[in-house]
């Protein structure tokens, strides 16, 4: 499965963010650019995967290292990516009526909003 587009809100450096990725990406910029904080939004899902939500969090060293600190506290940070999916076809799924379909779809779109609530 390809990545095909990441997007974030309200996370680190980035107060709004939309990246649509193409089969091969090159990332380049100046000096605190938001390079790294890119990269770590990939590092964030991963250990969602791996690990949970609860320790992907303190991972990134808390819940109030992931948001953006110039954007008000009550803003909720949000976080997506969609991949293409290239295998997404089930045969015989079956209807209400008893009818077998096959069901096909070409991404797959994994979406966070987290309201971090402060004291």
Do not use: W
């Not at 939500?53 to 808390?62: C, H, R």
């Amino acid at each position: 499965m390809r990545i095909k587009q990441v997007s974030c809100r309200n996370f680190k450096s980035f107060s709004d963010l939309t990246v649509d990725l193409d089969e091969y990406n090159i990332l380049i910029g100046t000096n605190a650019a938001g390079k790294t904080n890119f990269i770590r939004i990939f590092r964030f899902f991963r250990d969602i995967a791996r690990h949970g939500l609860g320790n992907a969090i303190s991972l990134q060293g808390g819940a109030e290292y992931i948001r953006n600190v110039r954007i008000p506290a009550d803003v909720p940070t949000e976080i997506g990516i969609i991949f293409e999916n290239e295998l997404g076809v089930f045969n015989g799924v079956r209807d209400t009526a008893g009818g077998s379909h096959t069901l096909s779809f070409h991404q797959i779109e994994y979406c966070f909003s987290l309201q971090i609530q402060e004291g």
